[in-house]
């Protein structure tokens, strides 16, 4: 009798169990090899991060599996390759990640095809988000930064020069801070596109020099690539000839600035998120990480991206409790917002599935114990959607 009473309740709670078990699969791609390969683990990192302070939140029998994939840096053939497998063996419920822009744009055709919802955790240029209904980002677009940073600089200088990775966000970057420039007032003395990998600064630097602005502004991918370009605009000499370096947060990145030195001292640029923010979630945040990956260690912008990414597939996974709809999943990612993110309020702008976030002015600065941070010093822009969007609609 008590056996079978047991043998009873056994049986209930397993079958229970498998009715309420249900592993959420997240395919999530970004790069841990290639042109700065070493930036993949600075999202991965906020994923798990989040992950573990946040899975008691989960309904219960929800887990979530993270399948990682290297997309090899900026490689759009490996990236859909990627992103076949994970939907068509792997059958994840999601798809996550992404530095660069070539890769999200090989990718979203396949999100509408299979209707799996894709969160874009970096890659920056405006036009990605068009490409799939079943896209939302996360991260920022260059548009977001480099417009308001047109608009300041032409408050203080008269003359500029701008010098871009020759790919998607290089160009965004280039033409929204043209744009705030001139309307500004500014002149611009000359543009250049250099290479996305290994370009010959010695070449552009001087061209640059030659033509003597007050001010180069600079888009390169964040990274190594921000360090080469910190080192040559101070080895060619562009730093004591009175050239002001300025930019899009990408080119001061904060894991960076330690081996960066002093040359990036007074650089100032514009972005969404520094790691020295003073608001009480982003220092909530950067204790967490240094906690759990070492008292040296930093995360960045691709990190706070990942971090209010995975905020943002955990409520679709809480509101469905678990069994994700994709439809459903994109409506709840388009109602989306955050008063309290690290990088301060941010919502999903509804319409383009964009975000919608402040705009910090940042100087390099030493601060406590000789670190070097991204100092704020004043929101140069609230609740910004993505401007090129804003301007399309006007066209
Ligand atoms: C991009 O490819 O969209 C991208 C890559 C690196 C950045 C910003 C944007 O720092």
Not at 134 to 155: N, V
Not at 343 to 359: A, H, L, Y
Request: charged share 25%.
């Amino acid at each position: 009798m008590r056996l079978s009473k047991i043998a009873v309740a056994a049986a209930v709670a397993l079958a229970s169990s498998a009715a309420f078990s249900q592993t959420i699969k997240i395919g999530f791609i970004t790069s841990y090899s290639g042109l700065n390969g070493n930036l993949g683990p600075y999202m991965e990192r906020a994923v798990r991060l989040y992950i573990k302070q946040h899975e008691k939140e989960l309904p219960p029998g929800v887990k979530i599996e993270l399948l990682t994939r290297d997309d090899t840096g900026p490689n759009p053939d490996k990236a859909k390759q990627l992103a076949q497998e994970l939907i068509v063996r792997d059958k994840v419920d999601l798809l996550a990640g992404v530095i660069f822009t070539p890769n999200a744009l090989a990718i979203a055709p396949l999100c509408t095809e299979a209707k799996v919802p894709f969160v874009i955790m970096n890659a920056g240029t405006s036009v990605i988000t068009t490409r799939s209904p079943y896209l939302a980002r996360t991260s920022f677009t260059l548009w977001q930064a480099s417009y308001p940073l047109g608009q300041w600089a032409a408050k203080k200088f008269k003359t500029a020069y701008t010098l871009v990775s020759d790919f998607g966000p290089g160009h965004d970057s280039e033409e929204a801070f043209i744009k705030g420039f001139t309307e500004g007032g500014g002149k611009v003395l000359g543009s250049v596109r250099v290479p996305l990998q290994n370009p010959d600064w010695a070449a552009y630097m001087q061209r640059v020099k030659d033509a003597k602005p007050d001010v180069l502004k600079v888009f390169i991918p964040a990274g190594k690539t921000a360090t080469a370009v910190m080192k040559n605009f101070s080895d060619l000499g562009l730093a004591s000839a009175g050239i002001k370096l300025i930019g899009p947060g990408d080119i001061t990145t904060d894991e960076e600035l330690p081996n960066m030195g002093d040359v990036a001292l007074g650089v100032l640029t514009v972005h969404h998120y520094s790691a020295a923010g003073d608001r009480p979630a982003n220092k909530a945040f950067v204790a967490a990480w240094k906690k759990e990956f070492g008292a040296n260690e930093t995360p960045n912008f691709l990190s706070a991206g990942s971090w209010d990414g995975m905020d943002m597939i955990f409520q679709a996974i809480k509101a469905q409790k678990g069994k994700l709809d994709p439809d459903k999943t994109m409506e709840i990612f388009k109602a989306y917002r955050n008063p309290n993110s690290p990088r301060g309020p941010i919502s999903i702008d509804p319409e383009t599935r964009d975000i919608v976030q402040n705009e910090y002015l940042r100087e390099v600065r030493k601060v406590a114990g000789g670190r070097v941070a991204n100092v704020e010093l004043e929101t140069v822009a609230t609740a910004v959607k993505d401007p090129w969007k804003e301007l399309q609609k006007k066209k």
